[in-house]
T-cell receptor, first 114, second 114 residues
Framework: SQQGEEDPQALSIQEGENATMNCSYK?????LQWYRQNSGRGLVHLIL?????REKHSGRLRVTLDTSKKSSSLLITASRAADTASYFC??????????????FGAGTQVVVTP | KAGVTQTPRYLIKTRGQQVTLSCSPI?????VSWYQQTPGQGLQFLFE???????NKGNFPGRFSGRQFSNSRSEMNVSTLELGDSALYLC?????????????FGQGTRLTVV
């Protein structure tokens, strides 16, 4: 079963615009990670935010985490065609049996047109 | 620093056969997790190994098994292949100590069962 849900399922924007996607999850977490996947290839790690953090930046990426609402958002600023990919959030649940296990959302497909 | 290496990249097998996939983690990482990705089920956790011990297991039948060697390299095996086993199999490596830190993924092995 999947831990989270992502919204929207698909997003189409033009180069230069910002892209925002949201992730909701169900249980308490240790941290939340965002990944990018290009067309059926491997997952590229983008950013990790810990449960005691509220916001984190990395280049054109901004991630927020609201543990009271069990939600996170990923903002990509000034999008480029190369940002076209699927984006996934993944949570590390705060349970005793969560060793090495990430729970993934269904992903958001982002298309950036020139 | 070399990334996570998965071999082979592509495999075509016949129903009833067995298959072994390999994953070499990032140097210094002792935890290897395996995931199955399909269009219908998304990313599903298979199992995790740390220091040659399986610490966690997902909800997959016993036909799916794995192991880890003393150099942290890991293999997963699927016996008696079924058509539904066709998927992208991804492995992730992380430090493995305490709370899950950043998990880095390989490019995956695309398995097609015919």
């Amino acid at each position: 079963s999947q831990q989270g849900e992502e919204d929207p399922q698909a997003l189409s924007i033009q180069e230069g615009e910002n892209a925002t996607m949201n992730c909701s999850y169900k249980t308490s977490i240790n941290n939340l990670q965002w990944y990018r996947q290009n067309s059926g290839r491997g997952l590229v790690h983008l950013i990790l935010i810990r449960s005691n953090e509220r916001e984190k930046h990395s280049g054109r990426l901004r991630v927020t985490l609201d543990t009271s609402k069990k939600s996170s958002s990923l903002l990509i600023t000034a999008s480029r065609a190369a940002d076209t990919a699927s984006y996934f959030c993944a949570t590390d649940e705060a349970t005793t049996d969560s060793w090495g296990k990430l729970q993934f959302g269904a992903g958001t497909q982002v298309v950036v047109t020139p | 620093k070399a990334g996570v290496t998965q071999t082979p990249r592509y495999l075509i097998k016949t129903r009833g056969q067995q298959v072994t996939l390999s994953c070499s983690p990032i140097s210094g990482h002792r935890s290897v997790s395996w995931y199955q990705q399909t269009p219908g089920q998304g990313l599903q956790f298979l199992f995790e190994y740390f220091s040659e011990t399986q610490r966690n297991k997902g909800n997959f039948p016993g036909r799916f098994s794995g192991r880890q060697f003393s150099n942290s390299r890991s293999e997963m095996n699927v016996s008696t292949l079924e058509l539904g086993d066709s998927a992208l199999y991804l492995c992730a490596s992380s430090l493995g100590q305490g709370v899950l830190t950043e998990a880095f993924f390989g490019q995956g092995t695309r398995l097609t069962v015919v």
